[in-house]
């Protein structure tokens, strides 16, 4: 997988004066079917998430609230997603390195993914990636 993989995605946004509704559903607006949903709340400032890759996980991340970076890189370049909007979110396909940082205060990032947790699917060691993808 390279970077070309990964896509910002608009999701459908329903104006209303009682307040906006966004949604996703499987397939249709995210390339795969959701097995698991997490999300990161609470960071202290300056601290990053991530710092792997995964073996065939795929996931898509949206920022509920607030804002914070998702740098992807493939073993050849990295690119900075900034996600700051509820109804924009990013495709990350499998065997692409990540982490995630400024996030601002009381942020919010949903990830949902099409795997149960399984640390075997980690690719921790950054070396080892990058010699493996080239
Ligand atoms: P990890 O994926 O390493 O966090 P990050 O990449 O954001 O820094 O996960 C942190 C811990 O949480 C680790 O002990 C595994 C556990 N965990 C689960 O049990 N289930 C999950 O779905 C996730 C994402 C993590």
Known sequence: MTLDEVKIIQL?????????????????HIPFAIRRSYWIYDVPGGEVRGGHAYKTLQEFIVALS??????LNDGKEAKTFTLNRSYFGLYVPKQIWRHMENFSTNSLALIVADKAYDANDYIRDYDSFVKNKN
């Open 66 to 71: 607030g804002s914070f970076d998702v740098v």
């Open 12 to 28: 459908p946004k329903i104006l209303d004066e009682r307040g906006n509704l966004s949604f996703f559903e499987n397939e249709k």
